[in-house]
């Protein structure tokens, strides 16, 4: 599993990598173990279904039977658990097994021009570029590398539903991993959506989350479709969501020769652990 975050910053890029190692103690050692991770994650604000999840005060989404959805202050608890940064106004949506989970942020862009054809194997290059960066920070911080191996699924965007949607390929400690990144433009700013799952299980947990995302909507006034004239406009396209709005908007000639830097922190567990850990937590149910 990786879970791989892109947040604008001032004239830089943060993109933030949570990748699945195998360092996490074992399911049976955890739940033993007071104050455990196991533990500690239980614990943690779980609104369960069936309810509505309220993301950043721009959008919401349904939470049927049998998931779960964590606010923003326990979204960052979660994510810190998992040997990451702190993170804000960031949510969690996820079946009770967790044999998946997804993580939402909206990023304050402007409305983003959808008319831009995507050039897959320049953005892989300049991905690749961030991705060495990134493993510079991550030693510093004594995390395995994580190597970026190309596309599991090469972006593309959908007119209708207004999501651009792209897969990576990466390879750890933890084996190789995928993470899924869909874009749903609004209309003063995109919602990032990313999606953590293990590859052998990707195209059946990406069918399951779509269908959960027909269930997702921008407030009203917040759709991309009620965009007025005089709106903020982004200064960057479809690419620039992909390889990092601020360094796209930073480098309008050249683009893919300059990538802002790229902060790239670890995410603690197998993929197998972490599915089974929460059927342990939360009672073995599974998404319908």
Excluded at 172 to 180: A, F, K
Excluded at 221 to 247: F, H, M, N, P
Aim: positive net charge; hydrophobic residues 40%.
């Amino acid at each position: 599993m990786i879970l791989s975050i892109s947040k604008l910053a001032s004239k830089s890029v943060c993109a933030l990598v949570l990748v699945v190692a195998a360092s996490v103690p074992s399911v049976a050692q955890q739940s033993q173990e007071p104050g455990s991770i196991a533990t500690q994650i239980t614990n943690l604000g779980w609104k369960v279904g069936p309810s509505e999840g309220k993301i950043a005060g721009r959008a919401s989404i349904a939470i049927p039977a049998n998931y779960r959805f964590l606010g923003a202050a326990d979204t960052s608890k979660f994510l810190t658990l998992m040997r990451n940064l702190p993170r804000t106004d960031s949510y969690t949506f996820a079946p009770d097994s967790l044999d998946w989970f997804a993580i939402f942020d909206f990023e304050d862009t402007g409305y983003i021009k959808d008319d831009e054809k995507i050039d897959a194997d320049e953005v892989l290059q300049s991905l690749k570029e961030g991705n060495a960066r990134g493993n510079e920070e991550r030693k510093r911080r004594g995390y395995p590398a994580l190597t970026l191996e190309g596309w599991f699924v090469p972006p593309h965007y959908d007119t209708g539903t207004k999501r651009l949607e792209w897969a990576t390929k990466l390879s750890s400690e933890g084996g190789v991993s995928v993470n899924y990144r869909i874009r749903i433009l609004g209309r003063a700013g995109v919602m990032s959506a990313v999606l953590v799952s293990d590859p052998d299980s990707l195209d059946k947990d990406i069918r399951v989350f779509k269908t959960a995302l027909n269930d997702f909507s921008f407030d009203p006034g917040q759709r991309y479709s009620e965009y007025r004239q005089g709106d903020k406009i982004a200064e960057y396209g479809l690419t620039g969501l992909i390889v990092g709005g601020a360094a796209a908007a930073a480098a309008k000639t050249g683009l893919f020769k300059v990538i802002g830097k790229f902060a790239i922190f670890i995410f603690a567990g197998a993929a197998a652990i972490i599915g089974g850990l929460f059927k342990r937590l939360f009672g073995g149910r599974t998404a319908a």
